[in-house]
């Protein structure tokens, strides 16, 4: 079982910034992909940003590019998201993903944290 856990969540001003990590866990082979997701209350879970392994290539959704920057930590499974100029429209809770390859048996995954709050205050 691959276990994915996100953490630095937390209540900000607008305009504040907030760097959230994600650490994935378990009895992995590789990491193909990694990144997030975010569900504010009564809205769809959105696709924010992913990074994928090798040359480490970035996504973003067009509502955070150019605010937010995805990257991988020395241990390619650790993911942050470096959130700046926050505003109250990004409230809400933030899902760290990682999709890859487990062993024994070898097969593909994909696995998500339990979340984490970000408030943005106006």
């Known amino acids: 079982q691959v276990h994915v856990v996100e953490s630095g969540g937390g209540l900000v001003q607008a305009g504040g910034s907030l760097r959230l990590s994600c650490s994935a866990s378990?009895?992995?082979?590789?990491?193909?992909?990694m990144g997030w997701h975010r569900q504010a209350p009564g809205k769809q879970r959105e696709w924010v940003a992913l990074?994928?392994?090798?040359?480490?290539?970035?996504y973003y959704t067009a509502s955070v590019k150019g605010r937010f920057t995805i990257s991988r930590g020395n241990a390619k499974n650790i993911v942050y998201l470096q959130m700046n100029s926050l505003k109250p429209e990004d409230t809400a809770v933030y899902y760290c993903?990682?999709?890859?390859?487990?062993?024994?048996?070898?097969?593909?995954?994909?696995?998500w944290g339990q979340g984490t709050q970000v408030t943005v205050s106006s």
């Open positions: 990074i994928t392994s090798g040359d480490d290539t970035t």
């Open positions: 378990g009895s992995i082979s590789s990491i193909n992909t």
């Open positions: 993903f990682a999709r890859g390859v487990v062993t024994v048996p070898t097969r593909d995954f994909e696995s």
